[in-house]
């Protein structure tokens, strides 16, 4: 893709009708015009790819497995994860394990 920054053009079969588009040519062609002097054309860059979007449920599960992975590496368990039911369900003596 080649932009022409100003003065619009029509170059064969290609054209840029406003000073600053963008027009997808064949790179062979592309090369040409890239090597006239002071033609004014340069590759453009392509679009940013637009950013993931996170529903709120993939929010609420990364921060489930956020605070796991804190608990298992401070060595304590954070209510409502995996560990914290694990532990829950092998004390039967207590009551919060009856």
Known sequence: MLLKKDQAAQVGAYDWENDGDTVDVDDDFAAELLAIPGGDFTVAEPDPEPEPKVTKAAAAKAAK??????????????????????????????????
Do not use: R
């Open 65 to 98: 497995a956020d605070a796991a992975s804190d608990e298992a590496a401070a060595g304590t368990v954070v209510a409502g994860t995996p560990a914290a039911d694990a532990a829950v369900a092998s004390a039967p003596d207590t009551p919060a394990g009856k």
